[in-house]
């Protein structure tokens, strides 16, 4: 699969939605 | 065209050099066996894979005696609940942990001996309307139960001998979770599927619901078995009990299918379908089992089959005997070793 398939990739995704999903 | 390249081309000579019968264990009570796994077991200063078998109303465990020879060392009874399956607990030792029910888990208990007396114990974990468990490393389940209005889903954290250390819940999505899967190489992280066909990803440490994904609709009702995370991607094995043939990928079993977790798209990366020849409406598979790279499974004929979810290839097929069909496919603590069972008992052990 490709990038643009899946859209911007993020190494750090678990941290980055951590920060951002409600407590 | 690609997909068409994926259908698993089968050899004979592969099917019979890749599983190798290591012995066998006959339980002498006629009870239906219900659910065959592996535990670790320290007993006078050894430690060693065991095998616990489980009936509806008794739960045994084997230690090895000599090669090909296995011993019954402990028999829990259980009460009037029946047993319907064991609870894999990776890294512990000295804990079974089994669900009990009627069509729905209804309680979950851990069988211990006591180190002080020699005597079995049995604790009661955890009862409730329960959906989904599995048990997670560092000696924690997690589980999804049902209430008249709300759904929970909860960590239970034990300690080394088995008591409930500590215990919270994350944040449920609207639809009922069917399984999760711990996120290999990545501590906090879990991944459940719902009723209705989604992904959803948790934070173990702080509870929160970081995600929910489609699966899409290709194939309804999918079990997730095992993720992991890579360059920015989640990787997740996603089982497909009822799966219907499709003329792109034949008969899917299982998938492995890559998740973007911040724009939540997805992409099939590689199917392992039934073996030709298995294929169509009636042969569906009835339950599996993923560990590492390899996933076994009984097909509703009582044959199992195995295989290699990164090669998308059925490497093994193990027909039903003489004795009978195969009822039950777990692997041990890795893919080397398959259990598999029989309704009466009879469990052989293989290597992979």
């Given at each position: 699969?490709?990038?643009?398939?899946?859209?911007?990739?993020?190494?750090?995704?678990?941290?980055?939605?951590?920060?951002?999903?409600?407590? | 065209?690609?997909?068409?390249?994926?259908?698993?081309?089968?050899?004979?000579?592969?099917?019979?050099?890749?599983?190798?019968?290591?012995?066998?264990?006959?339980?002498?009570?006629?009870?239906?066996?219900?659910?065959?796994?592996?535990?670790?077991?320290?007993?006078?200063?050894?430690?060693?894979?065991?095998?616990?078998?489980?009936?509806?109303?008794?739960?045994?465990?084997?230690?090895?005696?000599?090669?090909?020879?296995?011993?019954?060392?402990?028999?829990?009874?259980?009460?009037?609940?029946?047993?319907?399956?064991?609870?894999?607990l990776?890294?512990?030792?000295?804990?079974?942990?089994?669900?009990?029910?009627?069509?729905?888990?209804?309680?979950?208990?851990?069988?211990?001996?006591?180190?002080?007396?020699?005597?079995?114990?049995?604790?009661?974990?955890?009862?409730?309307?329960?959906?989904?468990?599995l048990g997670l490393k560092d000696r924690r389940l997690v589980?999804?139960?049902?209430?008249?209005?709300?759904?929970?889903?909860?960590i239970t954290s034990l300690?080394?001998?088995?008591?409930?250390k500590d215990?919270?819940?994350?944040?449920?999505?609207?639809?009922?979770?069917?399984?999760?899967?711990?996120?290999?190489?990545?501590?906090?992280?879990?991944?459940?599927?719902?009723?209705?066909?989604?992904?959803?990803?948790?934070?173990l440490?702080?509870?929160?619901?970081?995600?929910?994904?489609?699966?899409?609709?290709?194939?309804?009702?999918?079990?997730?078995?095992?993720?992991?995370?890579?360059?920015?991607?989640?990787?997740?094995?996603?089982?497909?009990?009822?799966?219907?043939?499709?003329?792109?990928?034949?008969?899917?079993?299982?998938?492995?299918?890559?998740?973007?977790?911040?724009?939540?798209?997805?992409?099939?990366?590689?199917?392992?379908?039934?073996?030709?020849?298995?294929?169509?409406?009636?042969?569906?598979?009835?339950?599996?089992?993923?560990?590492?790279?390899?996933?076994?499974?009984?097909?509703?004929?009582?044959?199992?089959?195995?295989?290699?979810?990164?090669?998308?290839?059925?490497?093994?097929?193990?027909?039903?005997?003489?004795?009978?069909?195969?009822?039950?496919?777990?692997?041990?603590?890795?893919?080397?070793?398959?259990?598999?069972?029989?309704?009466?008992?009879?469990?052989?052990?293989?290597?992979?």
């Open positions: 699969c490709s990038e643009s398939d899946l859209g911007p990739i993020s190494l750090n995704w678990f941290e980055e939605l951590s920060a951002e999903a409600p407590p | 065209g690609v997909a068409e390249d994926l259908i698993p081309v089968l050899l004979d000579g592969v099917r019979e050099e890749s599983l190798q019968l290591v012995s066998k264990i006959k339980d002498s009570c006629s009870c239906c066996a219900v659910d065959v796994g592996a535990v670790w077991w320290e007993a006078a200063g050894s430690r060693e894979l065991c095998v616990v078998t489980a009936g509806e109303s008794a739960v045994s465990l084997w230690r090895p005696l000599a090669p090909d020879h296995w011993g019954k060392v402990h028999t829990w009874q259980l009460g009037e609940v029946p047993v319907i399956q064991i609870i894999p990776p890294d512990t030792c000295n804990l079974v942990c089994i669900a009990l029910g009627d069509l729905e888990i209804g309680e979950i208990r851990l069988l211990q001996v006591s180190s002080e007396n020699d005597s079995l114990k049995q604790s009661l974990v955890k009862t409730g309307n329960i959906k989904a468990v589980s999804s139960s049902r209430t008249a209005h709300e759904q929970q889903v909860e300690s080394e001998t088995g008591r409930i215990g919270w819940t994350l944040m449920p999505p609207e639809e009922t979770v069917l399984a999760f899967a711990e996120v290999e190489g990545m501590g906090d992280a879990l991944v459940g599927t719902t009723t209705v066909n989604s992904i959803v990803i948790w934070n440490k702080t509870g929160q619901l970081l995600k929910k994904m489609r699966v899409g609709y290709s194939y309804p009702a999918s079990i997730c078995h095992q993720a992991y995370s890579d360059s920015g991607l989640l990787f997740v094995v996603l089982s497909h009990p009822h799966a219907k043939e499709s003329e792109s990928c034949g008969n899917p079993a299982f998938r492995v299918v890559a998740f973007n977790p911040r724009t939540a798209r997805s992409t099939g990366v590689m199917f392992s379908s039934l073996p030709p020849g298995l294929t169509g409406r009636q042969v569906p598979y009835l339950e599996g089992d993923v560990k590492d790279t390899s996933a076994a499974a009984v097909l509703t004929s009582g044959t199992i089959a195995v295989w290699d979810l990164l090669l998308g290839h059925c490497t093994a097929l193990l027909p039903p005997g003489p004795a009978g069909s195969w009822a039950l496919a777990r692997w041990a603590t890795n893919s080397t070793c398959l259990l598999a069972g029989q309704r009466d008992g009879t469990v052989c052990l293989y290597r992979y």
